[in-house]
C-alpha cells in the first residue's frame, strides 16, 4: 500500500510524467514503519525501484544526485528508456539479461502507448526445468496502468455532509463534532475528555497503562480547526490546531520556496517532521487538539502531547525559539492569546483550563531584510523515524557590527519541560559573535543552565549535556558561515557544520548456483510468500472462534522477589463474562512447585473470561524481599546455579602466562536484547472430554516438549494431546522452551472448565514473560608474544570495575565467565557451553582455562536467544584482540591473520578443524573488495577530517552447527503419504517460521520422487512425527 501511495503521488497528470526516482523511494520516507525481520530491506526496495527503472516505460523524472553520489560514481536512471525485459537491475548482472531478452522492443518501442506495472505482460506462463523441463508455472498478466483510469472518489462521499455523531453506553460515550463550538461546548461539559485525532497514543494508553476514558471526542473532522495561512504583509504564519502532520509538512516546503530566506522557520518545521516518525504516523497525526493531547503518535516522546512528559519534543523548542502565540478558547472566556514562552509551567501542567482547546498557532515571519539566522537539531539513536534524546532550535539576530540583539536558545530533553537556556543567552546577549572569548563564556554559563544529576530521568546525563554543548557549538559556526563573519584569524570549521545526509544504499548478488539440481538448489520464492503478503496466511490468532471459547488472561506479578500474601479475584469475578480463574489449586501435587516469587512478571494466576480487562482488577498483596538484579550484586551475594562448565587446554595458565612476554587483563560485558517477534506468543487450546484428549494449537519451535508439558500438568497420556503449529510469525530461539507454559498453562484452565480457550500475549507482556538474550560479563587475561601470537588465555575473575593492563607477569586470577540466568536455569546452562565453545573465535589459543557460571537474578528467565551464546563469546574474542592490538600498536587486522587456525589444529574443547578454508576466504575477499587500499582511504580521512570518523572491518567467524552440547537431538524425521491422483501430503518435524523450510522440504520430496513440485504438500506440522526435537534456524 505505501508503494501504491507513492506511484500514485509521483504522477503528474498536467506533464503526464512520473516524478518518480530512486532517491523519493528510498531517501523521503514513503516506506518507513514496514517492518521486516529475517530477509532484510533489500528485496523491498529493489522491488520498488523496479518502478524506476523499466515498468514506466523509461518515462521517469531521474531527480538530482547527491554529492556523495556524484563522487561515487553511482549510476542512476535520468529520464532514460527502460529496457523493457523484466529485469532486476541487479548490478552483477540479472538472469533476464539475454540476447533474447535484449532483442525484445522496449517499452517504449511497443505498438503499445499503454504503460504496464508488469514488465512480464507478454507470458502467461513461463516453461523451466524445476519440474522436468514440460510443467508451466502460471504468470499474471496484469492490467495496463493508465492513471485517468484510476477508481475515482465516490461522488455521493463528496457530496455527503458530515454531521455530529454521537454514541456510546453507560461506560463509554463517544462524540464526533463538526464545528469548533460543538468541540467547546463538549470541552465545557466533560473537562477531562480524551481528545481523539489519529488515535496511535490514545491506543497506547489504553492497551498497556490501562487508562479509561468514559468520554471521547474525535476532532478529525472539525474543518476550522484545520487549515495553513500566510500572511506576509502582517509578518506572521497561522497554522489550525488540527492540522494534519502530512500536510504540514508539504505546504511548509511550499511556503519555504513562496518566502525564501523570511520563510526559514517554515523549513525548520518541515525537517523536524521529516524526521519525526513515518508516513504511516504522520498522515493520521494532527499538530494537536488541546496541548495537552496534542501530536497523536507512536512515541512516548512527540510533537506537542509529550513534550511536558519530559519536554523533550521536536516541534516544541522550535514553537518557543519563534515566539509563536497560542490561541485558546475555554467556553467560558472566549478566545485569548497565550505565549507559548507560558505556556508550560511545570511537569505536566500548563497555564490552559481544563476544558479549553487550542484554536491556532501564531508564528511571527522576520522581517524581509534582517540578519537573524535560525537552525534546529535533533540528536537520536536514528536519524528517521525516533525518538529524540535532546533537540534544541536557535534563533539569533545580529546587527551590522555583528552583535547579539535578540537570541533564542530552547531546548528539550534536559528539563521535565521545554526550556530556555537563559544564563547562555544573557551571556551572549550584547557580544560579538565568532569571538572565541564570547564563546568560552557562553559554554562557561551554560553548564549553571542544565545541572542534570546521574539519576535523572532518562538517564545519560553526561551525554545529554554533551549534545547541549555541541549544538551551540555548531550553531556558533552555522551562523558565522551564513551571514560571513571569516576573518584571516578566526575561520569557520565547515566540517562541524555539514549535514551527514543518509546516501542511496546498493548491493549485488550473483545468480549462478553451481549446486542445482533438478528441483533441488533452484531458487524459488517461498511456497507460501503469496499468501503472507496478502494477508491471507492463517496464524494462531487468526483461527476462528470456537463455540464456547474463553480467552486466558495472564495476571503478572508487579514485585521481582516477594512471597505472595494474598490474592483476591472477588473484583475481577464481578465482571460480566468473568468465568473463573487457574491458580497453584488447579495443579497436581507432584507439578506444583510454587514458591517465592522470583521475578517482576512472574504468571500468578490466569483469569478465564471473555473480556481481557477484568485481569487488572485482581487484587494481590505481596511482603517484599531484596531483590538481586545484576551480575555484580550476584557475584556479591554468591547466587548462582548448579552448572559450572569448564574447558580447559594445554598447561596450566599459571605456567602458560610465564612464559608471555606481554599478560593483558580486562572486563568486557554485553547486555541482553529483547525479541520483537512479528506474532507474539500464542497458543489455543481445545479440549475432548470423552478421551481425555487435547488439540494443542501454538506458535512454538518445540512440538514435542510443548506435547510433553501439557501431559504432565493435565495427567493425561502423551498419546492423547495432539499438538499443531502453523506458520510462525518469528522465532529465533524464543519459542524454543519458554512458549510451551503459555500452552500448558491454557491446558490445565480447558482440563478446569471443559471448555476451548486461546490467548495472545501482547508485546510488553511477550517481552517480560518469554524472557529475552542473556547478558554476559567475562572477565579476561590474555598472554601473548611480542610478534602478538596468542599463547594463553584465562578468563579471569576481578573486582568488578577493574581492568589492569600491564606488561610483564601478572599472578593468575580465578577464571570466571558470567550470564544472567534470570529465576530459572531454563537453557542457560546450554548457552554457557556453547558460549565458551567459541570464544575462541577463529584463533589459536596454545592454552586455554574458561570456566563459566549461571546467575541466578530476579528477572525474567533468559533461553535461547538468536545465537545462543555465540555472539557473546565470540564478542568477548573481539574484545581481547582489539585491547592486544592497542597495546601492541599494531593492526587487528594483521593480529587477527597471525593467530588464525590452521588446518587440523585442535579448539579448546579438542575438535579437530577439517575443510578449513577461512584463511583462503579471507585471501580472496580483500583481493575481490580492495579492502586494504579502502582501509588507507579510511586511514586517510580519519587522519584529514577531526569531527567525522569512518571505519571498515574485515572479522573471520566460524559457528558451530547442530546441537553440539546435547547430541542425541541432532535427528529429524518425516512421514509421507502418496495418494491415486498422485499429490503427495509431506508430514514432518520442522517448524516454519518464515526460514522457507517447508519449501526445502516439498523440494526434496519432488526431487527423490521425480514429481512436479505442486505435486507436494505440506500441512501444519504436528505430533504426527512423533518425539521431534526443538527446531532452531541453523538445523531446522
Not at 509563536?324 to 514562552?341: D, I, N, Y
Not at 528441483?519 to 464456547?548: C, F, R, W
Not at 474463553?550 to 521481582?560: H, M, P
Amino acid at each position: 500500500m505505501s508503494l501504491y501511495a507513492l506511484l500514485w503521488n509521483s504522477y503528474d497528470p498536467v506533464t503526464r510524467r512520473y516524478m518518480l526516482s530512486e532517491e523519493r523511494v528510498e531517501l523521503e520516507g514513503v516506506l518507513e514503519g514496514n517492518l521486516c525481520r529475517c530477509t532484510g530491506y533489500k528485496p523491498i526496495l529493489d522491488a520498488a525501484k523496479s518502478f524506476v527503472r523499466e515498468d514506466l516505460g523509461g518515462v521517469v523524472f531521474g531527480g538530482k544526485k547527491s554529492k556523495a553520489q556524484a563522487e561515487l560514481g553511482w549510476n542512476y536512471i535520468s529520464g532514460t528508456k527502460g529496457s523493457g525485459t523484466g529485469s532486476c537491475g541487479r548490478p552483477s548482472g540479472c538472469c533476464k539479461y539475454t540476447p533474447a531478452a535484449a532483442a525484445k522492443p522496449s517499452a517504449d518501442e511497443s505498438s503499445s502507448d499503454e504503460m504496464e506495472i508488469s514488465s512480464k505482460r507478454n507470458k502467461a506462463t513461463t516453461e523451466v526445468d524445476v519440474l522436468g523441463g514440460k510443467y508451466s508455472f502460471p504468470q499474471f498478466n496484469f492490467k495496463s496502468y493508465e492513471p485517468h483510469t484510476e477508481i475515482i472518489y465516490p461522488p455521493a462521499l463528496r457530496k455527503y455532509t458530515k454531521q455530529p455523531i454521537p454514541y456510546g453506553n453507560e461506560k463509554k460515550v463517544w462524540f464526533r463534532p463538526t464545528a469548533i463550538e460543538q468541540l467547546t461546548e463538549l470541552k465545557h461539559v466533560y473537562p477531562s475528555a480524551k481528545i481523539v485525532a489519529g488515535s496511535s497514543e490514545v491506543q497506547v494508553e489504553v492497551k498497556f497503562k490501562h487508562e479509561k476514558y468514559g468520554v471521547l471526542v474525535y476532532v478529525g473532522d472539525i474543518e476550522g480547526l484545520k487549515g495553513f495561512s500566510i500572511d506576509e504583509e502582517k509578518g506572521e504564519v497561522v497554522i489550525g490546531g488540527n492540522t494534519s502532520l502530512t500536510v504540514l509538512e508539504k505546504v511548509c516546503l511550499e511556503g519555504h520556496k513562496k518566502l525564501g530566506r523570511r520563510g526559514f522557520v517554515l523549513e525548520v518545521i518541515r525537517k523536524q517532521l521529516r524526521y519525526f516518525a513515518g508516513r504511516q504516523v504522520c498522515s493520521p497525526a494532527w499538530l494537536l487538539d488541546r496541548a495537552d493531547v496534542a501530536v497523536d503518535s507512536e512515541y512516548c516522546y512527540a510533537c506537542w502531547k509529550h513534550c511536558y512528559r519530559p519536554a523533550i519534543s521536536d516541534l516544541n523548542p522550535v514553537l518557543i525559539a519563534f515566539d509563536t502565540v497560542l490561541t485558546a478558547w475555554p467556553k467560558t472566556r472566549g478566545e485569548f492569546p497565550l505565549p507559548m514562552k507560558e505556556f508550560f509551567v511545570a511537569y505536566q501542567t500548563m497555564a490552559l483550563s481544563a476544558g479549553a482547546i487550542i484554536k491556532k498557532l501564531t508564528i511571527p515571519l522576520p522581517a524581509e531584510v534582517t540578519r537573524e539566522v535560525i537552525k534546529s537539531y535533533k540528536q537520536a539513536k536514528r536519524k528517521d523515524d525516533d525518538i529524540a534524546i535532546v533537540t534544541a532550535r536557535f534563533r539569533v539576530v545580529l546587527d551590522e557590527s555583528s552583535v547579539v540583539t535578540d537570541i533564542s536558545l530552547a531546548y528539550g530533553g534536559m528539563d521535565p519541560k521545554t526550556v530556555e537556556a537563559k544564563n547562555t543567552m544573557e551571556a551572549l546577549l550584547g557580544k560579538k559573535w565568532f569571538d572565541n572569548t564570547v564563546l568560552e563564556d557562553a559554554m562557561a554559563a551554560m553548564e549553571k543552565d542544565f545541572l542534570l544529576g546521574f539519576t535523572v530521568p532518562g538517564g545519560m546525563p553526561t551525554y545529554r549535556k554533551t549534545l547541549a554543548f555541541s549544538f551551540l557549538f555548531r550553531f556558533w559556526h552555522e551562523v558565522t558561515a551564513e551571514l560571513e563573519l571569516e576573518t584571516q584569524v578566526q575561520q569557520v570549521d565547515h566540517e562541524v557544520i555539514e549535514e551527514i545526509h543518509h546516501g542511496i544504499s546498493y548491493g549485488s548478488r550473483g545468480n549462478d548456483n553451481p549446486y542445482e539440481q533438478r528441483v533441488v538448489g533452484k531458487q524459488i520464492p517461498h511456497l507460501p510468500s503469496l499468501k503472507q503478503t496478502t494477508g491471507e496466511a492463517e496464524y494462531i490468532d487468526d483461527m476462528p472462534n470456537i463455540d464456547g471459547q474463553l480467552f486466558g488472561a495472564l495476571i503478572l506479578s508487579k514485585k521481582a522477589h516477594a512471597k505472595l500474601v494474598k490474592v483476591n479475584f472477588t473484583p475481577a469475578l464481578q465482571v460480566p463474562d468473568v468465568i473463573g480463574f487457574v491458580d497453584i489449586k488447579d495443579l497436581d501435587d507432584e507439578c506444583n512447585l510454587w514458591g517465592r516469587l522470583r521475578k517482576a512478571s512472574h504468571s500468578l494466576r490466569r483469569i478465564l473470561c471473555t473480556r481481557m480487562a477484568a485481569a487488572q482488577l485482581v487484587d494481590v498483596h505481596y511482603e517484599e524481599l531484596p531483590p538481586i538484579l545484576t551480575i555484580s550484586e550476584v557475584i556479591a551475594a554468591k547466587s548462582f546455579f548448579a552448572h559450572r562448565k569448564m574447558l580447559i587446554r594445554g598447561q596450566p595458565t599459571a605456567e602458560a602466562f610465564k612464559d608471555s612476554d606481554c599478560v593483558y587483563c580486562g572486563v568486557s560485558r554485553m547486555d541482553g536484547q529483547e525479541y520483537f517477534y512479528a506474532e507474539t506468543n500464542a497458543a489455543a487450546v481445545i479440549p475432548r472430554p470423552d478421551d481425555e484428549e487435547m488439540e494443542v494449537w501454538s506458535s512454538t519451535q518445540n512440538i514435542m516438549e510443548t506435547q510433553e508439558f501439557v501431559s504432565q500438568v493435565t495427567g493425561a497420556p502423551s498419546s492423547r494431546i495432539v499438538t499443531k503449529v502453523k506458520m510462525m510469525g518469528g522465532g529465533f530461539g524464543g519459542k524454543e522452551s519458554r512458549s510451551v507454559q503459555l500452552a500448558y498453562i491454557l491446558a490445565v484452565a480447558a482440563k478446569k472448565v471443559g471448555r476451548p480457550i486461546r490467548c495472545m500475549l501482547s508485546c510488553d507482556e511477550d517481552m517480560m514473560t518469554p524472557s529475552q538474550r542473556n547478558p554476559f560479563q567475562a572477565h579476561w587475561k590474555v598472554g601473548v608474544s611480542k610478534e602478538g601470537m596468542l599463547k594463553v588465555l584465562d578468563a579471569v575473575g576481578l573486582p568488578i570495575g577493574h581492568a589492569d593492563v600491564s606488561f610483564g607477569i601478572i599472578d593468575p586470577l580465578d577464571a570466571d565467565v558470567y550470564n544472567n540466568a534470570g529465576y530459572s536455569q531454563d537453557l542457560n546452562g546450554a548457552v554457557m557451553d556453547r558460549a565458551l565453545t567459541h570464544m575462541d573465535r577463529c584463533y589459536w589459543i596454545p592454552h586455554v582455562d574458561l570456566r563459566g557460571h549461571i546467575c541466578k537474578t530476579n528477572t525474567h528467565s533468559n533461553t535461547a536467544f538468536r545465537g545462543f551464546g555465540t555472539p557473546q563469546g565470540q564478542y568477548i574474542a573481539e574484545c581481547i584482540l582489539t585491547a592486544i592490538a592497542d597495546h601492541l600498536k599494531m593492526s587487528v587486522d594483521e593480529l587477527r591473520l597471525k593467530n588464525l587456525y590452521k588446518e587440523g589444529q585442535l579448539t579448546p574443547f579438542l575438535q579437530p578443524l577439517e575443510d578449513w578454508h577461512v584463511p583462503q576466504i579471507i585471501t580472496q575477499l580483500k583481493a575481490e573488495s580492495g579492502y586494504d587500499a579502502r582501509v588507507q582511504q579510511v586511514e586517510e580521512f580519519n587522519r584529514t577530517h577531526k569531527w567525522k570518523k569512518r571505519g571498515i572491518s574485515l572479522i573471520p567467524t566460524k559457528f558451530g552447527l547442530s546441537f553440539a552440547t546435547t547430541v542425541h537431538l541432532n535427528q529429524a524425521g518425516a512421514l509421507m503419504h502418496i495418494y491415486h491422483d498422485g499429490s503427495v501430503l509431506l508430514a514432518h518435524d520442522g517448524t516454519e517460521m518464515s526460514q522457507g523450510l517447508y519449501t526445502k522440504m516439498c523440494q526434496i520430496a519432488a526431487q527423490e520422487l521425480n514429481c512436479p513440485l505442486d505435486a507436494i504438500f505440506t500441512s501444519e506440522t504436528s505430533n504426527t512425527v512423533a518425539n521431534t526435537s526443538p527446531k532452531k534456524t541453523c538445523i531446522s
